[in-house]
């Protein structure tokens, strides 16, 4: 899997050492993903890895091998986030880590909400960590937590709650994993809602659901265009409001614009 995960032409590709991981096998996944890291020539435009939840007997070792890595990880995902104590403890291990390796850039680090605990503290969550570039909405486990079966119709309040607290602190919004591996109806209608809501991407547990994912979430070229066209018309911002095509557009529309062209650059 991970010889077929870096040839796949993607955003972002994460190996995972937590739930796809059994324990006694933990210590041989971390040495894979870390000779995978150095060894493959990667497609992706990132490769991050999931670690063990911080509290778990794996989590530090996780943390120290990859923070000493041949290639360093993007970022790592830390899963289970609850508080800013488990970002601070992942913080500091990294800190120290990297001192004592002589690492270069930091390692960034991604927020998997998904447990009732995250969710309520998602705001303290968003703002606890200067590595902090992303929160991840993680569905399976949250579905646990809170009890009861949903359907992806539902989580409509636990998305807003999620983006909310990440527009706020100047964050990457990631939906969930869709819990199915096929390119189906129900997968296209759950990432179309995350994209409309204005989710910056979602997780793909299977590469057949790239392609959708890419489609959905990319930018059309008169989306492009479009937003284009409001920078241009704005030009250094001290214009107030302009028309654009007939519609009034103002600095509250350039910063969607600024974000679709980003998104579309991400894209390419």
């Given at each position: 899997?991970?010889?077929k995960?870096?040839?796949?032409?993607?955003?972002?590709?994460?190996?995972d050492?937590?739930?796809a991981?059994?324990?006694?096998?933990?210590?041989?996944?971390?040495?894979?993903?870390?000779?995978?890291?150095?060894?493959?020539?990667?497609?992706?435009?990132?490769?991050?890895?999931r670690?063990?939840?911080?509290?778990?007997?794996?989590?530090?070792?996780?943390?120290?091998?990859l923070?000493?890595?041949?290639?360093r990880?993007?970022?790592v995902?830390?899963?289970?986030v609850?508080?800013?104590?488990?970002?601070a403890?992942?913080?500091?291990l990294?800190?120290?880590c990297?001192?004592?390796?002589?690492?270069?850039?930091?390692?960034?680090?991604?927020?998997?909400?998904e447990?009732?605990?995250g969710?309520?503290?998602?705001e303290?969550?968003?703002?606890?960590?200067?590595?902090?570039?992303?929160?991840?909405?993680?569905?399976?486990?949250?579905?646990?937590?809170?009890?009861?079966?949903?359907d992806?119709?539902m989580?409509?309040?636990?998305?807003?709650?999620v983006?909310?607290?990440?527009?706020?602190?100047g964050l990457?919004?990631i939906d969930?994993?869709?819990?199915?591996?096929?390119?189906?109806a129900?997968?296209r209608?759950?990432a179309?809602r995350?994209a409309?809501?204005?989710?910056?991407?979602?997780?793909?547990i299977?590469?057949v659901?790239?392609g959708?994912?890419?489609?959905l979430?990319?930018?059309s070229?008169?989306e492009?265009?479009?937003?284009?066209a409001?920078i241009?018309?704005?030009?250094?911002?001290?214009?107030?409001?302009v028309?654009v095509?007939?519609?009034?557009?103002?600095?509250?529309?350039?910063?969607?614009?600024?974000r679709?062209?980003?998104?579309?650059?991400?894209?390419?």
């Open positions: 899997m991970l010889t995960a870096s040839g796949l032409d993607v955003d972002e590709v994460v190996i050492l937590e739930d991981v059994v324990p006694e096998r933990k210590a041989l996944a971390r040495e894979l993903a870390v000779s995978a890291l150095a060894g493959a020539d990667w497609r992706a435009g990132a490769v991050s890895v670690v063990n939840a911080a509290g778990s007997p794996w989590c530090h070792e996780d943390v120290a091998a923070a000493a890595a041949a290639r990880p993007n970022t995902v830390l899963p289970k609850e508080s800013a104590g488990d970002l403890f992942v913080e500091r990294l800190a120290g990297e001192r004592a390796a002589g690492a270069g850039d930091a390692i960034g680090v991604q927020a998997l909400i447990t009732a605990t969710v309520s503290r998602v303290e969550i968003a703002g606890a960590s200067a590595r902090l570039v992303g929160l991840i909405l993680g569905y399976a486990d949250l579905a646990a937590s809170l009890g009861g079966a949903r992806a119709s989580w409509g309040p636990v998305q807003d709650a983006l909310i607290a990440a527009r706020a602190n990457q919004a969930g994993p869709f819990l199915g591996v096929a390119d189906d129900a997968f209608a759950a179309g995350a409309a809501l204005g989710f910056d991407g979602k997780w793909a299977h590469p659901q790239v959708a994912l890419l489609e979430f990319s930018p070229a008169d492009v265009a479009r937003a284009r409001v241009e018309s704005l030009g250094d911002g001290l214009r107030g409001a028309a095509d007939g519609v009034m557009v103002d600095e509250a529309v350039r910063l969607a614009a600024e679709v062209l980003a998104r579309a650059e991400v894209g390419a």
